[in-house]
């Protein structure tokens, strides 16, 4: 079992910054990758960004690539998303999720293949 909690969120201003953290614990050995989701009112679940869990590369939504920065610490066990430049449309509740399985070439962007989530945090950003 993996057990995951975000914190960060909050209500801000469009143009500020938040940085989420994702923090790990349980059998976290077993981590392949995390990646961060958010979901708005009545739409889907969206992609923004997955980490690789000890070494390896970043993936990114093409809606948030250079704008939002995923990291990890490997000693806390955390995976953070840093955000930049924040508009009312990045309103949402995101959410890590934590994957067993996925390999470096698997789609990181697929939801379904992440296998545990924390309860969300939520971010508020308005105009």
């Known amino acids: 079992q993996v057990q995951l909690v975000e914190s960060g969120g909050g209500l801000v201003q469009a143009g500020d910054s938040l940085r989420l953290s994702c923090a790990a614990s349980g059998r976290t050995a077993n981590i392949r990758a995390v990646g961060w989701f958010r979901q708005a009112p009545g739409k889907e679940r969206e992609f923004l960004a997955a980490i690789r869990w000890n070494v390896g590369p970043t993936y990114y939504a093409d809606s948030v690539k250079g704008r939002f920065t995923i990291s990890r610490d490997n000693a806390k066990k955390t995976v953070d998303l840093q955000m930049n430049a924040l508009k009312p449309d990045d309103t949402a509740v995101y959410s890590c999720?934590?994957?067993?399985?996925?390999?470096?070439?698997?789609?990181?962007?697929?939801?379904?293949?992440?296998?545990?989530w924390g309860q969300g945090t939520q971010v508020a950003v308005s105009s």
């Open positions: 999720g934590a994957s067993l399985r996925l390999i470096y070439t698997g789609d990181h962007s697929y939801s379904g293949a992440y296998d545990y």
